[in-house]
Structures are given as C-alpha cells and as structure tokens.
C-alpha cells in the first residue's frame, strides 16, 4: 500500500487518470458524445478533488462512482478499444483502492454485461480478479454475481476462456477465504463471542457471521450444493457445474483455508452437514461394486466406479482426514474404514492403487496416525481403525503374492506403465522387464512362491509422492503397471515405521528433557518451588502418562501386521536394497519397542531378524520358542494367515558359506546365504546401536551371533576377539571368496559391538552380560560329560565386555565375575582353561587401569577386583589355582608397591590354600607369602598387617610340610619384630585410620565392630598376632605347638610392653586364658595309645610316646608361660579393673592342672603356683596404722603422672615401659590395688590351694591298678607352696583354715608312693631321715606356729590346733595312716617293677613331731588356749599310744622319746597345771596321766628276746626316772592334786614295790630279776611319803597318810602272800627274792611303827594306826616260818606292838591312846577292813577296856562316851554278824 500512496504514486495515478479520460474523450468524441462529456467532466472533477483535499486517495473513493462513471458509460459503448482502455482504467482505480462499494457494485453490473455480450471476457475476469484482490469493497450479491460472472465464463466454448476462467474462479475463491482469514485477524483482539449455531438453518447461522465470512460461507455452501447437483443459494445465475471441478474447489478450500472451519461453528457445521454426506454419497458406488462379480444377479444395476469423482473424493477425503480430524472424528473413522476397504482383493487395481496411495499420504503423518489411535483404537467398542490401516497394507501385500493381479500381468506393455506413471519409474520399468527377458539385468523383486513382483521407485523416502491421486486431467482409468500397488504398499510400510519412529522418539526426547528439568527444579530447596510450580510438575508427568499411553497403544496396534507384512516382504526380496530396508524398519521398530518397553514386540522383532539371520529350519530353541509364543497370539491381517518363512524362498538366494551347526549331537551341515550375512550385519547394527533397549532380547541377539560365529568358524583369541579359526570336528567350514573378506569385517564389527557397550546404560549393560552368561550356561551344560570343543563365544565376549567397560567395572563386576567363577569350576578343561584366562586378564587390566579416583583412593573397588582371585580358592582344579598362584605372582611383581587396600585379598589367596592341595601348591604360596613379608611389608597398609599375621599363622597350621609350619612361626616372630621396629609408624597410621572408621560408623549409627573392639588398633594387631600363636598352641603336632608356644610367651614377654594397659584385659582373657582353655580340653581328651614311632626311622621317648603325653608337655609349656605373665607383669595387670577375676581363672586353671592325672602336668602347674604367690604385692602405705608387716618388696604405684618406687628395684625399664605406663595413666589413671582387694587375691589363691590339696590327698573311693595316686614330688610342691602362701593371708588365716590345712597336711603324709619310685624317694627303712614332703609339713607348720607366736590374741588360740595336728603326726609312729582302701606293703617286701604301692617309714617324721610338740609346748604351756584347750591332756594321751605299746613300737627309738617327751612336758606342764588346779581345767588330765604312768610302768608288752640286761637296765633306769619324777613333781604336792590321782599314784607305787606278781616261779625270778630296782625306788618312794614328819598342811598330812595307808596295805598284802607261799611251799625253802622282800617289809613295818611314835599324835590318823594294829595278827601268823632271817625281822617288827598293850593311864577313864584306838577302830569299820582282823581287834580292845560301872564314873568319862559307845555298838554289831 505504500507504494500506492505515495506522494509520487499519487501524482501519477492523478495524471493517468486525467489521461485516461482524455483519451476516453477523444475515442468517443464523434461516436459517444455522451461519453466524451462525461469524460471531461471527470476531468474537472479529478482536478477539483486534486486541488481541494490534502488526502486525494481518499477523496477520490468518496467521489469514486462520479469518477468511475465515464468509464462505465465507455465500457457500455461495446467498443472493444473503447472497452479495453475503460477497464484498463478501471483496474488503475482499483489497484490504488479508490473504488467505494457502489462503484464497485456498478463495475460489476457492467461487467456482468459484458459477459452476457461475449465482450472481452479474458479482460473482464482480469478486472474481476483486480477488484477483488486489491479490496474488500465487494460484499453480497456484488460479490456472487463477479464470482457467477468468472463461473460463467469457465464454461463458455473458448478452452483458452475455460482454462483463464476455471483459475480466476479457483482464485476468487480463495481470495474471499483469505479475506475471512483477514478478518479474522482484524477482529481477534476483540473477544466477540459468536452466537450458539441455533439448528440447521442457514439463515439464521449466516446472521452470526461477519460480512467477509459470510460471503465464504454462502460461497461454500453453494458448493456443496453444485457438487450435489443442487440449485445454489448464493450464486444465483449459475447455469452449469461439473462435479470434478466443484471437488477441486471444494478440495483447495478445506486444504488451504482449516483455520476458518476450524475457528466458525458455522463452517464446522457446513463440513459436518454438508461435505461429509456428500462425500459419503458420492463413494456410494466404488463401495457397492466387485470386480468380477456378475451384474445380472443384482436386482439393480450397480454403479460403476467413476475414475475422476474417486480420485477428488479420495483427495478431498485425504484433506478432510489430514484438516478437520478433530472436528470429524466419526466421519473420518467413516473414511478410513472405507480406504481400507477400498484395499480388498475385489476392487479394480486402480481403485486399490489410488487407495494405496491414500493410506500412503496418511502414513507420512504420524502426528494424524496418533490421533487415530488415540480417537478409536484406544476407545472402548470403537473400530480399531490405526490397527486395521496396518494389517489392511500386510492383507493388502499378502493379497498380491497370492491372488494374481487381473488384468495387469508382466506381459502389460512398457509404455502403458511408462504413459501412466509419467516419468515416475520408467527409468527402472524397462530395463528391468528387458532384463527379464534377456537375464541379462536382474530387477529389484520380491518373489514368494512362484510369484514375481517387481519393486518399482515409486516415491522419495518419507514423502507420499501420488501418482494416480495426481491425475486430474484423466478421465479414464489408468492402466496399473506390475509392481506399483506393492511398491506404494511397501514404502507405506517403511514411512509408517519410519514415521512412528521419528514422532515417537522425537516426543520421548522431549519428555525426557523436560523430565531433567524437571529433576533439577525438584532437587532445589522445596521453599524455592512455588504451588504452580508443583502444580505444573504434576501435570506434566500426568501428560507425560498419557503420551506414554498413546505411544504404547500405537506400537501394539500396528506391530502384528508390521512384522508379518515385513517378514513376509523380508522372505521375498530378492534386492539386496529393499532387503536393507525391510531389515532397517524391523529394526527400528525393534528399537522403538525397545525404549517403550514393549518386550513382547520388541523380542518378535529382533527374533525375526534372528531368523533370518539363521539358515531356514535352523534349531535354536530360544528363536523357536519366542516364535512359539507369538504364534500363540493368533493375529491375522483379514483373516489371512501369514506364512513368514517358505522354503521355496531361498532357491535364488546366493550360499556363501557352509558350516556346522553348533548342537549337542553332531547333524549335517548348514548353509548360510547372503541375505542371512546382511539379517546378521543388521543384527549387529541393532546391537550396537540399540543395545541400551534389548533388554533380555540380548539373550535372542547373541544366541543367533554365538550360532552364526560357530557355523562360520570364528574362534576366540587374546583380548576375547573372534578370528577365523578351524573347526575341531567333522568336515571343515566351507566359505566363499566373498564371506572370507567379510569374516575380518563381521569379526571387527562384533569386537566394536561389544566395545560399544561402554555406551549403554547400567542396566542394558546389565541385561547384556546377563545374556552373554545365559549363552555361557547353556554351552557349559553341552560341554558336560563329552571332550567336544566347547562354544567359547560367550566367554570370550564376556571377557571383551569387562576390558571395554573397566570404566565402570564396578557395576558388573559381580555378576560377571560370578559367572565366570562358575565356568572355571567347569569340568571340560577348554572351558575352565577359558574361564579362568578371561578371569584373570580382568583383574590384571583392572588393576592397571586408570580408574577415576585412582585405585589407591578407592579401596572398594579395588576389593571388588580382587575378590574374585580370592574366590578361585574354593575352586579345587590345580590348573585353575596354578593360574591363580600365577596371576598373583604377576599382580606383586607389577602392582605390588601399589596394591594398597588390595593386599587383604592378595593375602587372602595366599592363605586360602589348603593342606589337601598338594604339597607344591602350598610350597609355591608359601614362597609368595615370604616374598611378602621380606620386601612388602613397610609398603603395604598398616591396616593389612593382621591378615599377613593371618595368613602365616594359616601356613603354620598346614599339616602337609612340618617345616613350612615351622618357618611360618618364624615368620610370625619376624613380623612380630617389625611391629616392634616401627611400632610408632604403625600406631599412627592405625590410629588414623581407626578415626576414619569410627566416623562413619557413627554416621551410619551402627558400632564399630573389628576383633578385640575396643583395644587401640596397634594393640589389635599384637593380639591378633598372639591369637594366631595361641591357635598353633593346640596345632596336633607337638613340634609346632612346642614352637608356638615358645614364641608366644618369648613376643609377650619382649613386646608386650608396647600395649596398652587395658589391651592386657584383652590378653589375658582372649588369648592367654582362650589357649589355656582349649589345651585344657585338648589334654584331657587327648588319646592314651601308644604311638610307635614319629615317623620314618625317628624313635620316640617313653616320655612322649602317647598324644596324652606330648598334650602334657603342651600343657605345661603353656600354664608356665600364662603364670609367668601373670608374676612378670602383675604391674600392669594388677590396676585392671577385672584382675581378681582372672587371678580367679589362673587359679582354676592351676587347679584343673595340678588336679589331672597327669604327674607331668599337675607338678608343672604347682610350680605356676609357686610362680605367681612370688609376685609382690603392690607397695602399701607404710604409715597408716593397723597395718601388719609386709614384705618390703614393691612395685611402681602412681600417683597422678610420678612413679614412685619403695626400697626394692625399680620398674623405670630400658623398653621405656615407665613411659608407657605414665602415658596409659595419663589418660586413665589406675585404681591402686588397696590391702582388701589385694587379700581377697591371695584368699582366693588359698582356696585353689586347699582344693587342690583336698581333692589330690583324698583317698581314692575304689582302688584298682588304674588308680592315680599323686607322687611324692607333686605333694611336696604342693605342701612347700603354703609358706608362701601364708604370708598373704596370715592376717585373715582362722581356726577354719588351719582344720582345712591339717586336713590336707593329714592326707599328704598318708599318701603312699609306687614301687617304680620308692628306690628315688625313701631313704632306706634303718635311716632316720625325712622324706621332702615330711620336712615340707613341719616346715609348713613351723611357719604357721612362729606366725602365730608372733601374731595377735586372736591367732594364738590357735595353738592347739597346731598341737593336735602333731599330735596326730605322733601319732604315725604307732599307727600308720591308712590312705582309703589302698593296700600297701612295706619297702622291704615290694617289688620295683610291679605296680605296687610302698609305704613310709613314718617314724623319723613322728619322732620329729614329737620333738617339734615338746619344743612348743615348752614355749606355750602358759598359754591361755593351751590350758583352756587341754593340751598338755592330749599330748599325755597321745605319748600313752607309744608309752603303752612300749616294746611293741615299730622302733625303740618312739618309746624312748615319748618318754623322754614326756617327762620334759611334764615337768613343765605340771606346774600350770597345780596353778590352775582351782580352776578345774586340768581335772581330766590327771586319770589321764595316771593311766599313762600305768599302761608304763607296767607295760602289758614283753621285751625282745634278745634284749640284753644292759638294755633292759637301762630301760629300767628310765621307769625309774619316772618314779622319781612322780617323788619329786607330783607326790610333793599333793596338796593341789585330786586324791583319786595320788590314790592311784599310791596304787601304782604299792604295786611297783611288790616284787614277784606271778604265781610262776619262773616268771616271778624273771620279775624279780629285772624289776628289782624299780620296785625298791617305789617302795622307797613310798616310805619316803610315809615317813613324813614335817606337816604344814592338812594336805601333806593327807598325802603322808595317803602314803602310810598304801604302804601298810602293801605289807599287809606281802605278808598274807609270805604266809600262804610258806604254807604251800611245806620244806622247800622260797625263793631269794620273795624271802628277801618279806625281811624288807619286816624292816619297813618296825621302822615305821617306831615313827608313827615319834610323830606328833594329831599327825597320825587313827585309820593309820587302825591299819598298824591290824599288822599285828598277820605278823603273829608269821611266826610259823623256817627262815631265821625272817624270824629274826618279824621279832623286830613284833617289839614295837608293845607300847600298845600297856595299862591305861588313869583308871575308869581313857587314855589318850585309848581314845586314837577308839577312833580307829571306828575308821577300820568305815574302811570295811576284814571282818577277821576286825573282830579280833575290837575283842582284844574290848577285853582290856575298863568300862565304868557306876553312874558318875560315866558321867565323868561322858568326853569318851561317844567313842565308847561306837565301839560297843560295832562290837554288839560285829557279834551278831559273827552269830
């Protein structure tokens, strides 16, 4: 418009317009003067308007009809000149836009007549197009009167009219729908909505419309109504229309203007109303008829298809599809349902080729097929309208191979195909027809059974270039050439995949970018997200839901007839190009099926590439399976089974190989073609490009490449590549020169496939290795059980896979791995061999690859490379652990300074070897693991150091070499060195990574979990060092765990100071008291059968020659080793806060040793006892009070950080364990051991020491040959141990205690020992020497008794206990103890090689306890205890044993002591005892001594036979000093002393007086002859009491009576025996002794009468004068004897009777004499003297008493009466008993 009003364009229309009007004025100046002035006058009118208005243009449009006018009038002259330069002019004025609606109205009029009149008509529809097109001004009937006008003239009889009027109307009727668009346009801004279309009718929609649309609308729909054959409603004038061309136009409208139908009801309406029936109407008659079919029996004549209305209507159906599908959704299901019947097999074939093409053109528009799928086949009881389109083209396809074509053969003449397809594909036609007939050009085809369609380009790739839909000007049908309907068919097919394809990965690469974009918006702050943010999110994953839906249900509803179309399309060609393609559109649609997700398509597919891979009926079950289950879904195209492989397909293929199947039993050969090499390249291409979507259809894809790589011979080799390889078995591989070329190029194409896999994602690659070892799986089972060569293609590939993807090996490390461990283990040496290459060339390029991060900054991928090396150790095929063995050598030789958190599992192969595998393999990993420890120690991980530990302690514990097993412990000792060495380093770097560990582990919330937690790290190390020597402590050859052993305590004894004070917590209860325990069990069920030899010529020692024995040794070695520990570091034991528990365990441990039946070990583990009582206690606080002596021995105590140490060594030690010490105290300072807890150790000790004793001194309860009786030294030990003992519990030892002692004192003692030993042990039986066990009992209670003297009150009541306990011992002398019910013999009689059982000589030991018993009492007789506890009794009750037996001791030596004992006891006991003779205590003591003195002095026990009278002299001599102790002890004072004790103390002096007590003479001269000294000091002794003149007390006046009345009774009883021996004897004269005795009593009786009378009277009882006067009638009896010695004696003793017959002093009243007579003879009737004597007494007394007669004189005697009148009552008494 600018250029049109422009100034300058103004001017120049002015001068135009003023020149056309001129010349107008002059044409008609002579003809048409009207006109001529009205052409001036329109001059002056364009000057005026020039000259009057600014705007000209405008002013001109107002004044348009005056100005037009002149040339309207000129036009009506029907001048052509005239005519021309009128419209000429005209058409300037519209061009500038200077014509209103009423000029335009009236050009239109005039125009109109013109055409009635034939008058320039092309002239005329120029104008009619100018007017047109340069405004708008043109409404209404203007309008449809200029556009009848253009109708008009296309159907006058000028072609050139025709033609210029049909593209004006074509024009014109575009040009009102662009002014609708205009309008449109103009009007969009305001938001005007149009009133609801209220029913159908037209007029009242038209008045919604504005001007321009509803001038398309009436145009439009006079459309319809002229292709209706009905009369217009706007176009009135209208006298002629063809259906053809009211199609075109109605064909351009809907396709060039849809926005207008789109955007006005009013138009949706016109297409639903009006262009859909009529369309529908209009195929009437292409629906209804079949070819072939006879007409005549059709009731009415059937219409026949008209070729130019079909070919419109389908075009128009094609726009209608492509423009209003929304609009028309059952309209078009309408339309496509009748295009696909429009594809039947009873159509004519140009009807079928114009519907092909049709279908073609929707194919190319897969957003238009998407709708369909999404209107109808995802709609419920809808047409699955997409779904039968597909199977429609494959029955359409179909239906060419099996129904010949009629009427179009191959014998149809070139130029008919030439003429009809215009230039399209003749290029191709001819030579390919001249080909078949001369052979010499082979055309593209498809040939299926017999037929033979030739493949024609019909079309460029991804266009529906039509040929036949093009065809406008036809008005026949055309002549179809052969091939053309399958060609279209063909690439519909290819463009629908293609096209799918495309939209849909197109929308899935969108989804999928939105989807990241969406990912990166979520993962921001959700405060950051707004609510239409979230809300947006959520809406597009709902579409993305959809979109999903969509695509899915596309795939399912066209991949059925796809793939049977193809596969059919696939069997048939014979083009290596059209093969290309159908391959490329399975695999696209295999791929789409793929990232969709549809495995069943997807797999069907890829199986139909597989087949064709595959030679035909080849047997591969996983195709025939897939193959099988598709079958089963029993999908049809029409009906139609689809056959998808034929035989006869493959005679023209070319054979370019010929191999053999790979299959379990051998079969022919196969034959692979050209076709199957390209199904196999395009199988590859699938895999390399698609790889990421197979899924599990791997497993189809490399079971078809693992048969076509067998049959063609390819063959693995270094890296897994597949080479040309041999054939094994059968005939060799056949190839072609062609497939030998192309072997390297498959075989490349198959490495890069596999290289390629480092692009797919972690799951495809997952799904592909998975598939590669179902491939493995499946040629191991064929490989089981024969030699055949095995299908390594699985394991090769697998191997390719893991070197290509070392970037992420992590990911399928474990599954690939996995397999390949299992094919390692497989029993065809091939296969394993295979495995374990590919195994270890991935580990080695594992480890040398560059992994980001490196590998020493990524120990868990680094552990997964290396785990499977580990797990070939449970593999046990030798060839398979050499290559193990080997790839570990490789792996130290070329990653060893760098194999960093790798070494645990490098070490694990190492240790894993087992002592089953041969004794070179172990040798070999030997030899790797001492490579380790000599250079690789420093460079490994601190953290590794405990698995070498490990794996040298599992070398050690091989039983194939004893020396390996030794060399490992010494590799054990050297690496306990390095520890040691660079202790500090170590420490450091464990601590470090302790941190990190502990870290994470809170991080994760669990509890850092490693062996010994939580010891410090370098302390686990040391332990679990230790634990590894203590395992080799109980290894079952004793070698081993005597070195073991040795080096355990030898590393805790040099190192262990390097710990940690709580690690020895560890120590102790872990690993020394775990060992204890486990040699304890071993031990005490080792076997006790002899072992003859120790292999080989090696003789083994009595000592060792049982498992049980070589245990001991074991058992020992240990238990010393623990209990030193336990004496060497009680320091840093000592603190911990459970060290009484162990010392508890110790203990028992000790018990459980010295308590086995074991000599060895129970005297081994007394020793560890002995070992650990050494230990000092902690040094104590000398200065608190209470606190009893101690032993100044010390230990370091620490206070804070200051050691101090007392007067013993100090603990400050060169390994610099002070410091350590100071440094654990710094952190945790130890609690000092206080005297409490200290004693509780020490009783606790005590009590392992009493059971001990107890349970070992018990007699056993049965005795047989089997029977264990701990030996002399074990007991000896065992005793010798108290001492020290004592001294840590001697505060505490009580009365309990001591009775538990002597109970196992007791029981030791009384143990008897073997025969085998005595000769060892006991001196000879003559020696009076004592064993060591007896010197360690009464060294045991020597101990005990100083403790005691110098202990407390409370512990010297204890001093009787200690005196019963020898006493007991005395007791031995006597009475050996009986050990149960064990039978023993005397040393004399026992043999020493029989298993007998001595006895001790116990004297020496009793001797020496009574020795020890008189030492003490010595000291303690004053004791309180000792007196209260009746000591002195007991020691007097256990001598009477030895005193009573006398000569009837074992040894003479007993008795002798005991007397001696005795008398030293005595004479210091006595006093004691006359000191507390008040108190009662010694009551019982004194029958106990007198029975002594009895069962002594008087023994019942004869003297030897050949004991000389020296002997028995000297034996006597010493019952003499007992007398004479009795005289000087006992008898002086008796005033303190029971008289029942002096009674029998007479007794026995009267009875030891008395020389002959036998009635034999012989006996009696033996008495008399060896007692007479002791009998003279008894009667002495008793004249000496008797004689006693000195009285102080009435005591001693009771004992001298106590000794006159004894003496006299045993002269009375002398002289009674005297009297009646006499009588007996007649003449012979008595013996010496007897006659001697009698003159002695003789003497004795004068003697002591003449003292009684000088004695003072009150001195003398009257019961002593009663037993002298009675003296008197057995002394006259006497009288009768021979012997004048006697006679001579008994005058003697008669005189003094004298002084008791004299007169009395005073008459009628009694003499003092008289009145002592009188009282005792009054005591003579209470002392029950004899009745004889008696009588006889009291008649003499009687018969010389003067008694009164009188009255007075009895009164004057009545001081005597009582006396008198006794008297005279006995008598009465005494007289009546006579009667």
Request: charged content about 20%; some cysteine; aromatic content about 8%.
């Amino acid at each position: 418009m600018s250029g049109t009003s422009s100034p300058e364009a103004v001017k120049k229309l002015l001068e135009n317009m003023q020149g056309d009007l001129r010349s107008l004025s002059l044409e008609c100046r002579k003809k048409f003067p009207p006109v001529k002035e009205a052409a001036e006058s329109g001059i002056i009118k364009v000057k005026t308007i020039a000259a009057r208005n600014t705007d000209i243009l405008a002013a001109l449009k107002e004044n348009s009809s005056e100005v037009v006018q002149p040339f309207l009038m000129g036009c009506g002259t029907k001048e052509p000149k005239i005519t021309q330069l009128c419209l000429a002019a005209i058409q300037r004025l519209m061009s500038h836009e200077v014509v209103s609606e009423a000029a335009a109205g009236n050009i239109i009029n005039m125009l109109w007549q013109l055409m009635e009149n034939s008058l320039e008509e092309l002239k005329l529809l120029q104008t009619v197009l100018v007017l047109l097109t340069t405004n708008t001004v043109v409404h209404d009937e203007a309008l449809s009167k200029a556009i009848v006008l253009c109708f008009r003239l296309h159907f006058t009889k000028d072609n050139i009219t025709n033609n210029t009027a049909a593209a004006t109307v074509r024009q014109v009727v575009t040009v009102v729908f662009e002014r609708v668009v205009a309008e449109d346009e103009r009007y969009k801004d305001i938001n005007d909505q149009p009133v609801a279309v209220q029913g159908n009718s037209n007029r009242r929609s038209v008045c919604t419309l504005k001007p321009c649309a509803k001038d398309a609308y009436m145009l439009f729909q006079d459309l319809c109504q002229l292709v209706n054959a009905d009369a217009p409603y706007w176009l009135v004038g209208m006298t002629e229309m063809t259906r053809t061309f009211g199609l075109e136009l109605l064909e351009s409208v809907l396709n060039d203007f849809p926005q207008v139908f789109l955007q006005h009801q009013e138009f949706s309406f016109l297409l639903k109303e009006r262009v859909c029936p009529l369309v529908i109407k209009l195929f009437s008659p292409n629906i209804k008829f079949r070819q072939g079919s006879s007409t005549s029996s059709s009731p009415a004549p059937v219409e026949k298809p008209y070729f130019p209305i079909c070919m419109r209507l389908l075009r128009v159906v094609s726009v209608l599809i492509k423009q209003f599908y929304s609009l028309l959704v059952t309209e078009c299901e309408i339309f496509l349902s009748l295009l696909v019947k429009f594809l039947d097999a009873d159509k004519p074939q140009w009807l079928r080729a114009v519907a092909v093409e049709s279908i073609h053109r929707l194919c190319v528009q897969p957003q238009l097929l998407r709708s369909f799928c999404q209107s109808y086949d995802m709609k419920q009881h809808s047409t699955k309208v997409f779904r039968d389109i597909v199977n429609a083209l494959g029955s359409f396809i179909q239906s060419l191979f099996l129904v010949p074509s009629t009427g179009n053969t191959s014998t149809t003449p070139n130029q008919t195909g030439s003429n009809a397809l215009g230039n399209t594909g003749s290029a191709q036609t001819n030579p390919g027809v001249l080909g078949m007939g001369g052979g010499t050009t082979v055309l593209p085809a498809f040939e299926y059974r017999g037929t033979w369609i030739p493949i024609l380009n019909v079309t460029v790739q991804g266009s529906a270039k039509a040929t036949y839909l093009e065809m406008l000007d036809k008005v026949e049908p055309p002549t179809i050439p052969e091939g053309y309907a399958m060609s279209v068919a063909f690439h519909c097919l290819l463009d629908l995949v293609r096209g799918i394809t495309s939209m849909i990965e197109g929308e899935l690469g969108e989804v999928e970018t939105v989807g990241q974009a969406t990912a990166e918006t979520t993962s921001l702050p959700a405060q950051s997200l707004e609510q239409q943010d979230l809300q947006s999110v959520s809406d597009q994953s709902e579409k993305e839901l959809v979109s999903r839906a969509v695509w899915e249900e596309m795939v399912n509803a066209c991949w059925c007839g796809l793939l049977a179309a193809l596969s059919l399309l696939l069997d048939a060609s014979t083009d290596e190009a059209a093969t290309e393609n159908i391959l490329k559109a399975e695999l696209t649609m295999a791929a789409l099926c793929g990232k969709l997700g549809l495995v069943t398509s997807r797999d069907a597919f890829i199986t139909a590439i597989c087949k064709g891979s595959l030679p035909p009926h080849y047997a591969l079950t996983v195709l025939n399976s897939t193959t099988a289950a598709l079958s089963s879904k029993s999908y049809s195209i029409q009906g139609q089974n689809v056959q998808m492989i034929s035989p006869s397909s493959e005679s023209h293929q070319q054979v370019v190989a010929v191999g053999q199947p790979l299959a379990l039993q051998p079969q022919g050969t196969v034959m692979l073609t050209s076709k199957n090499i390209q199904c196999m390249r395009t199988l590859l291409n699938l895999a390399h490009c698609h790889g990421a979507v197979l899924g599990t259809s791997w497993q189809l894809v490399l079971a078809t490449l693992q048969h076509l790589v067998w049959i063609l011979g390819l063959k693995p080799g270094v890296g897994g590549a597949l080479k040309p390889g041999r054939a094994v078995e059968g005939p060799s591989t056949v190839l072609t020169t062609a497939v030998m070329t192309d072997l390297p190029v498959i075989s490349n194409i198959l490495s890069r496939l596999f290289e390629s896999s480092q692009y797919l994602d972690d799951v495809s690659l997952h799904h592909l290795i998975n598939a590669l070892c179902s491939l493995s799986l499946e040629a191991m089972d064929m490989a089981y059980g024969n030699n055949k060569e095995p299908s390594l293609f699985a394991v090769a590939k697998l191997l390719e896979t893991g070197l290509v993807n070392m970037h992420r090996i992590e990911i399928l490390w474990r599954p690939l791995t996995g397999h390949l461990l299992e094919v390692c283990q497989h029993p065809n040496s091939r296969m394993r061999e295979w495995g374990a290459e590919a195994l270890t060339s991935l580990i080695k390029a594992g480890l040398t690859f560059s992994h980001d991060p490196p590998l020493s900054q990524n120990q868990r991928l680094q552990l997964l490379l290396l785990n499977p090396l580990k797990e070939l150790s449970n593999i046990s095929y030798p060839d398979i652990r050499i290559k193990q063995l080997e790839c570990v050598l490789q792996i130290l030789q070329s990653q060893g300074d760098s194999l960093g958190p790798g070494w645990p599992l490098v070490l694990g192969v190492m240790g894993a070897i087992r002592s089953d595998q041969g004794e070179s393999l172990i040798r070999t990993a030997f030899q790797c693991l001492q490579l380790v420890v000599t250079d690789f120690l420093p460079t490994m991980p601190c953290t590794c150091l405990q698995i070498v530990v490990e794996v040298a302690g599992s070398f050690g514990l091989h039983n194939q070499e004893l020396n390996i097993s030794l060399t490992s412990i010494g590799l054990l000792w050297n690496i306990s060195d390095y520890f040691f060495q660079r202790g500090e380093i170590i420490e450091k770097d464990l601590n470090k990574e302790e941190a990190v560990l502990q870290k994470q582990a809170e991080e994760k919330g669990v509890v850092l979990n490693r062996p010994f937690h939580p010891a410090p790290p370098f302390d686990c190390l040391w332990l679990c060092l230790y634990a590894k020597l203590g395992e080799l402590c109980v290894d079952p050859r004793p070698a081993v765990r005597k070195s073991a052993g040795q080096t355990l305590f030898s590393t805790i004894g040099a190192h262990g100071t390097l710990l940690q004070h709580s690690t020895w917590h560890t120590v102790i209860w872990k690993v020394l008291f775990h060992l204890l325990d486990r040699v304890r069990e071993s031990s005490t069920t080792a076997d006790k059968e002899k072992i003859e030899s120790g292999g080989g010529n090696i003789l083994i020692h009595h000592s060792r020659d049982t498992a049980e024995k070589q245990w001991a040794e074991t058992w020992v070695l240990t238990l010393a080793g623990v209990a030193r520990i336990f004496n060497t570091r009680r320091y840093l034991l000592q603190p911990l806060g459970d060290f009484s528990q162990a010392w508890d365990v110790l203990l028992d441990h000790i018990q459980s040793a010295a308590l086995s039946k074991n000599n060895e070990v129970s005297l081994a583990a007394l020793k560890s006892f002995q070992e650990i009582l050494q230990i000092v206690s902690p040094a104590r606080d000398l200065e608190k009070p209470d606190t009893p002596p101690a032993i100044n021995v010390s230990v370091p105590v620490v206070v804070g950080t200051t050691t101090a140490t007392s007067l013993g060594r100090s603990f400050m030690r060169t390994d610099s364990i002070g410091e350590r010490i100071g440094r654990y105290n710094g952190a945790e300072p130890p609690v000092v051991t206080d005297e409490i807890e200290d004693l509780n150790l020490w009783w606790a000790a005590w009590n392992s020491w009493y059971r001990i004793g107890s349970e070992s001194t018990r007699p056993p309860l049965t005795c047989d040959k089997l029977t264990f009786i701990p030996s002399q030294p074990f007991l000896t030990a065992l005793i010798q141990i108290f001492p020290a003992l004592y001294q840590h519990i001697k505060t505490g030892f009580s009365m309990d205690d001591l009775q538990k002692l002597g109970v196992i004192l007791h029981g030791a003692v009384s143990v008897p020992i073997s025969s085998d030993a005595s000769p060892f042990i006991l001196p000879s039986y003559t020696e009076a020497v004592l064993t060591s066990l007896q010197e360690a009992v009464l060294t045991a209670l020597d101990v005990l008794q100083k403790a005691i003297c110098v202990g407390s009150e409370s512990m010297q009541i204890m001093y009787p206990a200690i005196f019963d306990q020898l006493l007991a011992f005395v007791e031995f002398s006597c009475k050996p103890p009986q050990y149960g019910q064990l039978e023993t013999k005397h040393i004399a009689n026992a043999k020493y090689n029989q298993a007998e059982w001595v006895a001790l000589n116990y004297v020496p030991f009793a001797e020496r306890s009574l020795e020890v018993v008189v030492d003490l009492y010595q000291k303690t007789a004053c004791h309180k205890a000792v007196v209260t506890e009746k000591v002195l009794q007991n020691i007097i009750k256990t001598l009477g044993i030895p005193l009573s037996l006398k000569y009837s001791c074992p040894s003479e030596s007993t008795w002798k002591l005991a007397v001696s004992s005795l008398l030293k006891v005595l004479s210091i006991g006595l006093p004691v005892a006359r000191q507390h003779a008040s108190s009662g205590k010694f009551d019982s003591m004194w029958p106990e001594l007198a029975n002594t003195f009895e069962d002594f002095l008087f023994t019942k026990s004869t003297p030897p036979d050949n004991l000389s009278i020296q002997e028995f002299q000297k034996n006597e001599s010493i019952d003499v000093e007992v007398v004479q102790l009795i005289s000087t002890e006992i008898l002086p004072y008796a005033n303190f002393i029971p008289k029942e004790f002096v009674g029998q103390i007479m007794t026995m002096l009267n009875k030891g007086s008395i020389h002959s007590q036998s009635s034999s003479f012989t006996e009696a001269e033996i008495d008399i002859r060896m007692r007479e000294e002791f009998s003279k000091v008894c009667f002495e002794t008793l004249l000496q009491f008797s004689f006693s003149n000195k009285v102080t007390t009435p005591q001693e006046g009771y004992i001298s009576r106590m000794a006159l009345s004894v003496l006299l009774k045993r002269s009375q009883d002398v002289l009674h025996r005297y009297i009646e021996d006499e009588r007996l004897s007649g003449k012979c004269p008595l013996p010496r002794q007897q006659v001697t005795e009698i003159i002695f009593v003789l003497k004795a009786v004068s003697t002591l009468i003449d003292s009684l009378k000088k004695t003072q009277p009150e001195n003398v009882d009257a019961n002593t004068w009663g037993q002298v006067i009675a003296l008197y009638p057995t002394l006259v009896e006497c009288i009768t004897c021979s012997s004048s010695e006697v006679c001579s004696a008994l005058k003697e003793a008669l005189v003094p009777f004298k002084d008791f017959m004299h007169p009395p002093a005073s008459k009628g009243c009694l003499s003092q004499e008289n009145l002592r007579m009188l009282k005792s003879l009054r005591r003579l009737f209470s002392a029950h003297l004899t009745l004889t004597v008696t009588v006889k007494v009291v008649r003499d007394f009687t018969a010389a008493f003067p008694w009164p007669r009188d009255k007075r004189r009895k009164r004057s005697c009545s001081n005597c009466l009582p006396h008198a009148c006794t008297l005279h009552l006995s008598h009465i008494h005494l007289l009546t008993l006579m009667r």
